[in-house]
């Protein structure tokens, strides 16, 4: 686990404006001065007294994203009913973000398992969750193994597998990578439209990252890349003199990256990609936290995509 300094964890439920429960991970900010708080309390500039993370893989009640174990997740939406799912419980709820996902996968246990073969772990056929539709299974119905610290009573759940999680604040725009710094995404007026004008791009000696291929494999560059392609995380190019520290911290390079299995894929054809980030229930030996996918619009919808929502706390006065 990679130590965050000064977030104190507590699980929690939380009822949104209309009623409606979420089991939540909350982390509590408790550092001494704005300098030193975690990046995932600095929204455009503000920092904040919480973050609430969803325990589990995010259901639909009537028409708001809830947190609860053992439903169906909500599946077969696109990324801005998502989005609208999440913002229908109430001002400062949000979809998730790259920023918050990070943290949750620097929290994660070594070896993580989840659903990721119809319904048990490639890793180990005995553990099981309870069967939903299709190979998934119902949320959070799988062992301490599937949940991110190991603890069914405070971690979160179905981090790996079940279904790819849709998070915020990270796209492929023409091949270009393009993200939210700090934790912007979360802002209730954050623009996550596909013309949004808040995102950034990594520039390294005047030019930007791109994810893709040029015809001879994906890779990570400053190369222009015109071709879709996928793979291994260990078969992928980082075709850099320099790594900056902000692909690490996005998990676009990881540090296990030459023996990695995990899946990574990009498409620089489309004019904009959305992120979805942990794989699905069938992504087997190519499940992990690392794996990430640049390669769907934003209106694409399949029955192995969901999401988590979240919530900011409140303004930190010093």
Known sequence: MKEHKFVKETPVVIYDKDGFPSMMLKLENTAPSKEEADPIFIVKGQEYDSVYLSRFVNSIMDGHAVSLPFMNPAVSLDMDEMIAACKAKGEKWHLLTIREWRYIIDRAIEGLHGNTSFGSSHKDASERGIKGNYGLTLTGSGPASWFHNGDKETGIADVVGLVWKAVSGLRLKNGVLEYMKDNDAAAPD???????????????????????????????????????DWGERRNVEVDLVNVPEILKDLGIVTDNMEESREWLAADPELEECVCYVGASFYYTSNSGPSALALLNVRSYVDTDIGFFSALLGEPVIR
Do not use: H, N, W
């Open 190 to 228: 954050a623009d996550l439209s596909a013309d949004s004008k808040e995102f950034l791009q990594i520039m390294i000696d005047g030019l930007p990252v791109r994810i893709g291929s040029d015809g001879d494999g994906l890779k990570i560059t400053t190369d222009e890349v015109s071709e879709y």
